[in-house]
């Protein structure tokens, strides 16, 4: 707020005087960056919902193979431009008779390119 970074509480709360408040809510290593106005009104929780954006997943392979996407079937190799939410992804990727490959990827606002070296 105001350039002025907020403190959440164990609950993920943030105590805020009554009135208008502008909002910045910023996740710098995803990209990712939202504006808010948020009436307060005192003695009251204000329960603010946030839309998780979404971005495209593209995944070659060195030879023809499955995909699957936070433990869901996603398609075959090339995959392109598959949606996914920011954050971080689980991927797999396998190949008939070859051994599987599974990566943690952090997806940001920017699409991610992976190219998977299957043994």
Do not use: C, Y
């Not at 709360?13 to 408040?21: D, E, I, Q, T």
């Not at 948020?38 to 979404?54: D, N, R, W």
């Not at 995944?59 to 023809?64: A, E, G, L, R, Y």
Request: glycine share 6%; no cysteine; net charge negative.
């Amino acid at each position: 707020e105001k350039d002025r970074a907020l403190v959440l509480d164990d609950r993920n709360r943030v105590m805020l005087s009554a009135g208008v408040h502008e909002l910045t809510l910023e996740n710098r290593a995803l990209g990712f960056r939202a504006a808010r106005t948020v009436q307060i009104t005192s003695g009251e929780v204000t329960a603010e919902s946030l839309e998780v954006p979404k971005t495209q997943l593209t995944i070659t392979s060195s030879s023809q193979a499955e995909v699957w996407v936070d433990g869901a079937k996603a398609g075959d190799t090339p995959l392109v431009d598959w949606p996914v939410d920011i954050g971080t992804r689980e991927v797999g990727v396998r190949a008939t008779g070859r051994a599987e490959r599974k990566l943690s990827v952090t997806a940001t606002v920017q699409p991610v390119h992976l190219n998977v070296d299957l043994p």
